[in-house]
């Protein structure tokens, strides 16, 4: 578990990626007290992040974050390169109780999809799309078909426990190598629950894709990784300038800051002016 795996079926030209994520999504997940719902939402964009990351090229960062209008206004989950990764839910100050099978309307509401890649050379290349789909595998899967030209299908499941997802895409020799393929792997994975993505990789792909001849690469190790960053804090408030942080202080006696995605304070008195400007 905690790995993300790629797989080939050789003969239709189709390609496919599993992630299972279990201490990972516990670390994630720890300490945040989330309803059920969101937290489930976030379970599922921490697995589709996964699955995505591990396509990255070059060393860099991929964020996704789902903006919305309902009981939730923000979802947050980024990932490099070496699948590290980490997220958080924010939920609306004003959303009052939250139902106990919210639609996913309901929970995001007329919202967008935002994709950050920091390649660490040059400006990131960001991307805004409406969210389009019923639930979070519906608008992965339109925005993969979308971005990269190719239909897509993708099954996303979390609970307190696990967190997992499948990923499947048609190549361009598809229909050349089998015209009837793809259609016959969306309708064996179409039956596929939630809750078996958490089966072994090599028995799932067996057991739903008896017949096919799958190439099965080796996994790809996740982990949650958020550690302290007291140097990025440092320099973002320097950015605000002394007289800002001057005010603050004779305001408040201290500065505070609350890092969301990491779950860390940052608490500074008077002596910080000499950290930063002396």
């Known amino acids: 578990m905690d790995a993300v795996r790629r797989f080939l079926f050789e003969e239709l030209d189709i390609r496919g990626a599993i992630v299972a994520l279990g201490n990972v999504w516990h670390e994630l997940q720890a300490g945040r007290d989330l309803p059920p719902p969101v937290n489930a939402l976030l379970g599922e964009l921490a697995a589709v992040t996964a699955l995505i990351a591990a396509n990255l090229k070059t060393p860099g960062r991929i964020t996704f974050q789902l903006h919305g209008h309902g009981l939730v206004s923000l979802l947050y989950v980024d990932c490099d390169e070496r699948l590290r990764l980490r997220g958080m839910a924010r939920l609306r100050q004003d959303r009052g109780a939250v139902p106990p099978a919210p639609s996913f ?12 890649l920091d390649t660490h050379s040059g400006a990131p290349y960001q991307s805004i799309v409406p969210l389009a789909g019923a639930n979070l595998s519906e608008v992965f899967a339109h925005y993969l078909a979308q971005s990269e030209q190719q239909p897509a299908w993708l099954l996303l499941g979390a609970n307190e426990d696990f967190a997992g997802g499948m990923f499947l895409q048609k190549l361009p020799d598809a229909d050349r190598r089998d015209p009837d393929g793809w259609n016959r792997l969306l309708h064996l994975a179409s039956t596929l629950t939630p809750a078996e993505l958490a089966t072994p990789v090599a028995n799932l792909l067996m057991r ?3 017949e096919e001849n799958i190439r099965l690469f080796d996994p790809r190790p996740v982990s949650y990784h958020c550690p302290r960053d007291e140097d990025k804090v440092l320099r973002m408030l320097k950015n605000l300038g002394r007289a800002e942080i001057e005010a603050t202080l004779a305001a408040e006696g201290c500065i505070s800051v609350e890092d969301e995605i990491c779950q860390q304070n940052y608490r500074y008195g008077p002596e910080i002016l000499a950290r930063l400007f002396d």
Not at 105 to 116: K, N, R, W
């Open 105 to 116: 309307d309901e929970v995001l509401g007329d919202g967008q999809l935002v994709l950050t």
């Open 208 to 210: 739903v894709f008896p």
